[in-house]
Each structure stands twice: as C-alpha cells, then as structure tokens.
C-alpha cells in the first residue's frame, strides 16, 4: 500500500516570498502524482498532475513541481507567492496499476498562510 | 461544465440516526469514489465505482457504511446508526476510466456531516 507524507503542516510568510512544500511517498511500483489546493471555503483543485515524461511539471497559478523518482519526492515550488494563494495543499499518489483502481492516497495536508 | 454536484452542503443528525448523502458526478465519467476529510484522519478513501464492475469498498470504516451507484450515475452513500466519530466533510470525486492507470479525479464540494 502506499503512503505519502507532508513534512509541513503550517507554513506562514509574506506576499512575494518563495514557497517550497515537500512530499515523499512510499511505494515500490509506478505511481502518478498530484498536487490539490483548496481556497477558503471551497472545495478540492487540481493544481498540477505528473503522469510520466518530463519530472518537472507546471500548473496552474505559477506553482510548478519536480518528481525525483530517487528520492520518491513530488515537492511543490512557487518562486513568489500571493495572499490569494493562501489555502491547504495536499499531495496525492495513486498506483498505476489495475488492482490499485486509481484511488487517490493522500497526505496529511500542508496549511498556507500568506501575510499581505 | 457541470462539475461534481453533492447534497446536502451540511447535514446535522442525532447519533443512532442514519443519513443519506448523494453525489452526482461529471457527465460522461464512468468513475466514481467517495473520500472521507476529518480533523483525526485527515484526507481517506472510502468506496469506488468503477462503469458496471464490483465496487472496491476496502475503505469503508465499518459495516455501517454502505454506498450505491444507480444507472452508472448518481451515487448515495449511507451511513446508519451514526455515531460522533463519522463527523466529517464527505467529498465525492469522478473520473473517466479508458484503462490508461492515469485518470484525474475531480472533487465535489463536499457534505459537511455533523452527529451530535
């Protein structure tokens, strides 16, 4: 079975400062990765997905992401952040194969604070 | 288009008291999973449809847990006899399914249950 973990639970900092969010999974086999947000009362987005070819991927927002498949690590990065990109982040793995049924693994969830 | 659709937003009961809560997915995706969110547990899944094969339920907490899948679309999931400890938001997701093992899920807004 797979696991995944967020070493940050809360992160605070100031509009225009840089953000880096790390995730590890554990998992022996091929995996696709994801990272989701949710706003303040709203509900789960897709913010960018890995499914294979180039390990770094770029989504939506100006938040892009580097799968190091050594180090089983998918950490998201944003070079200078917005109060609006205050929010929760999670980051997901799903096996990529038949018996794993595409269901979503997730980790605990890192909270963002961004100061104005 | 029409994203995933939940109701009811926010459901209060009485412990011992069952609930009923529907998802309608994304037209045209033939998957479909069932996610618990709670403060202890953080993000879990609970129970996928997947077109007309057996459900993979090995999510379901307990035998109080149930879910069902009408016509290929609408989804309920019922929880009888509540207890405090099912307080959560239940958030639906759907997918396509073309066998590729590399599917997007997208979220519902979510069910905010609370049994007091």
């Known amino acids: 079975a797979q696991s995944v973990s967020q070493h940050n639970h809360h992160v605070i900092l100031s509009e225009a400062a840089s953000l880096e969010l790390g995730c590890n999974y554990s998992?022996?086999?091929?995996?696709?990765l994801f990272w989701y947000v949710q706003y303040p009362g709203q509900h789960l987005q897709l913010l960018l997905k890995?499914?294979?070819?180039?390990?770094l991927v770029k989504g939506i927002k100006g938040f892009e992401a580097e799968f190091i498949k050594s180090k089983f690590s998918f950490n998201l990065r944003k070079p200078s952040v917005q109060w609006s990109d205050t929010a929760e982040y999670f980051c997901?793995?799903?096996?990529?194969?038949?018996?794993?049924?595409?269901?979503?693994?997730f980790g605990g969830g890192t909270r963002v604070l961004v100061k104005p | 288009g029409a994203g995933v659709s939940q109701s009811p937003s926010n459901k209060v009961t009485e412990k011992g008291k069952d609930v009923e809560l529907r998802c309608d997915p994304i037209s045209g995706h033939t998957a479909l999973y069932w996610y618990r969110q709670s403060l202890g547990q953080g993000l879990e899944f609970l129970i996928y449809f997947q077109g007309n094969s057996a459900p993979d339920k090995s999510g379901l907490p307990s035998d109080r847990f149930s879910a069902e899948r009408t016509g290929g679309s609408v989804s309920t999931l019922t929880i009888q006899r509540t207890q405090q400890e099912d307080s959560a938001v239940y958030l639906c997701?759907?997918?396509?399914?073309?066998?590729?093992?590399?599917?997007?899920?997208?979220f519902g807004p979510g069910t905010r249950l609370l049994v007091l």
């Open positions: 890995y499914f294979s070819g180039d390990p």
């Open positions: 997901a793995v799903n096996a990529k194969i038949k018996a794993a049924g595409n269901k979503l693994t």
């Open positions: 997701a759907s997918s396509l399914d073309r066998g590729l093992f590399q599917e997007t899920q997208y």
């Open positions: 998992y022996g086999g091929t995996v696709n």
